[in-house]
């Protein structure tokens, strides 16, 4: 590789790194807090038929959606490569995902998460936080004095 092109794939790299303006740990941290804001009282068990989507939110947590409305936060023991599985799976049995018997699993090679807490989340208040979030301050300017 020449000296030019390794110069171009740094500085596409600086480019990339410098475009998010806001830390990955921050990011998941306002993620964990919006859906602990939204989180209801724990359950025992959920019914569980199709899982919908999922979001990781760190090693410790997962959004579970069953449904376009209706979610559940999962607390697991500290997981390996959740965060950056492309896929998982969740044990059941007769349909109901169960606290301390059910586990989230990430992929072969990694052990099974066993699931610790499951409280319910309230998804239209999620999307109210998450909203709240995006939202931006912004004031014009004002115009430089002429000197």
């Known amino acids: ?3 030019k092109a390794s110069w171009m794939v740094f500085a596409l790299v600086a480019v990339l790194a410098a475009c998010s303006s806001v830390p990955y740990a921050q990011r998941v941290a306002q ?3 919006a859906y602990a804001a939204a989180a209801g009282a724990p359950v025992r068990s959920f019914h569980f038929f199709n899982l919908y989507s999922w979001e990781p939110l760190g ?5 579970i959606y069953t449904q376009i409305n209706r979610a559940w936060l999962l607390d697991v023991s500290p997981c390996q490569n959740l965060g ?3 896929a998982i799976g969740l044990t059941s049995f007769a349909g109901e995902v169960s606290v301390n018997f059910d586990k989230v699993l990430v992929g072969r090679g990694y052990p099974p998460c066993f699931i610790s807490k499951i409280r319910p989340i309230d998804v239209a208040k999620l999307k109210l936080e998450q909203q709240a979030q995006r939202e931006i301050n ?3 300017r004002q115009p430089a004095a002429a000197g």
């Open 59 to 63: 090693d410790s947590q997962v959004a």
């Open 1 to 3: 590789m020449s000296c």
């Open 84 to 86: 950056f599985t492309n």
């Open 138 to 140: 912004a004031e014009p």
């Open 31 to 33: 993620r964990q807090a």
